[in-house]
């Protein structure tokens, strides 16, 4: 079982930036893919970005393409979102999420099993 912290959350204004971090234990952080979610109140959790085990792949949502990109070090056991050109519809409790599997093929096609406890982030207008 994975355990997974997120930090960098806060209140910032349209057009500015943040950078999130989900620190990972209890598997071989390498080895697995990882990836990150948001819910908006009153909205299903959606899918915003996901990187392969190795990071050498990364998947977008269309709405966040272009302004976030997704990282990760393997050395630090860590994973990146860096949020730019934040909008008001990007507030959300945002989670990050482990592969239950080891060594996934394809980026698009991961299947999470693993969640943190989610980091607020709102963005003003």
């Known amino acids: 079982q994975v355990q997974l912290v997120e930090s960098g959350g806060g209140l910032v204004q349209a057009g500015g930036s943040l950078r999130l971090s989900c620190a990972a234990s209890?598997?071989?952080?390498?080895?697995?893919?990882m990836g990150w979610f948001r819910q908006a109140p009153g909205k299903e959790r959606e899918f915003v970005a996901a990187i392969s085990w190795s990071g050498g792949s990364t998947y977008y949502a269309d709405s966040v393409k272009g302004r976030f990109t997704i990282s990760r070090d393997n050395a630090k056991n860590t994973v990146y979102l860096q949020m730019n050109s934040l909008k008001p519809e990007d507030t959300a409790v945002y989670y990050c999420?482990?592969?239950?599997?080891?060594?996934?093929?394809?980026?698009?096609?991961?299947?999470?099993?693993?969640w943190g406890q989610g980091t607020q982030v709102t963005v003003s207008s």
């Open positions: 999420a482990a592969d239950r599997h080891d060594y996934s093929d394809y980026v698009d096609r991961i299947d999470f099993g693993s």
């Open positions: 209890g598997r071989t952080f390498s080895s697995y893919a």
